[in-house]
């Protein structure tokens, strides 16, 4: 859940710094949340979640072994 409150943090973050903001639309904006979206991490520079991790470890195990199996 914390990463895809990261992932609407970082899209608003990537609008502010490509868009742009006009000194207005900065002066009415939420001090505190704008604080919050701009520390927004980008995917690599996050902890992994420790499912997905162990996810990707056991996916490239099996790909050492000879592959992924299907049944």
């Not at 973050?13 to 903001?21: D, L, S, V």
């Not at 006009?22 to 904006?29: L, P």
């Not at 979640?49 to 299907?70: E, F, S």
Request: proline share 3%; no cysteine.
């Amino acid at each position: 859940m914390q990463n895809q409150i990261e992932d609407f943090d970082l899209n608003a973050k990537h609008a502010i710094e490509q868009f742009g903001w006009s000194i207005e639309t900065f002066d009415n904006a939420d001090y505190y949340r704008y604080n919050e979206i701009m520390k927004a991490k980008e995917h690599k520079e996050r902890p992994a979640d420790p499912l997905t991790a162990i996810a990707g470890i056991r996916m490239a195990q099996t790909k050492r072994k000879g592959g992924v199996k299907r049944g």
